[in-house]
């Protein structure tokens, strides 16, 4: 095997599908905090249906600063969350839900190895929500799920970090 590594791109290519627009679920969110200190939440996004199906879409992030409150309430709207008033939002709520989301594909320079990185990323306006039966839904209890408070006395206050 001969093989001549001055010839080989310096791209990192890690895109799994097209620039497009696709029906995609939340597979997982994990919380963090930005470099200000702000709470973070990253969102692995996997495409629901159609020729890439099962493939992942993007990572998008959720930034609950006062900066990022207008993308965080189109986000959650799109996913079919509550976003009028004083909510309280936890990760796994995230999780399962379906929306349209808008990959395109970006190029990042890595600083530790100079490399460039090039990955799919939402734009700002990106979520759309998704109008079918399916846009939310809900696992059963005992498969990690959580069930709606609806029949508890408990005030229906809405949930989220801000």
């Keep these: ?49 159609g020729e ?7 990572w998008d992030g959720l930034v609950f600063s006062e900066r990022g409150t207008m993308r965080a309430r189109r986000v959650l709207a799109a996913l079919g969350l509550p976003t009028q008033g004083k909510v309280k939002v936890e990760p796994q709520d995230l999780v399962g839900r379906q929306a349209f989301v808008t990959v395109k594909p970006q190029d990042f320079r890595d600083p530790t190895s100079g490399r ?5 990323q939402v734009p700002y306006e990106g979520w ?16 990690g799920g959580t069930t ?11 949930k989220l970090p801000f």
């Excluded at 759309?128 to 498969?143: H, Q, W």
């Design 1 to 49: 095997m001969e093989i001549d590594f001055d010839q080989m791109d310096n791209v990192s290519d890690y895109v799994s599908v097209p620039a497009g627009t696709y029906l995609c679920r939340t597979a997982e969110v994990i919380p963090g905090t930005t470099r200000n200190g702000h709470e973070r939440w990253g969102i692995r996004l996997i495409v629901a249906e």
């Design 52 to 58: 890439f199906v099962g493939r992942q879409a993007a």
């Design 116 to 120: 460039v990185v090039r990955r799919n």
């Design 128 to 143: 759309m929500p998704c109008t079918s039966p399916i846009a939310a839904p809900r696992l059963a209890p005992d498969e």
């Design 148 to 158: 709606s408070n609806e029949d508890d006395d408990e005030p229906d206050f809405q």
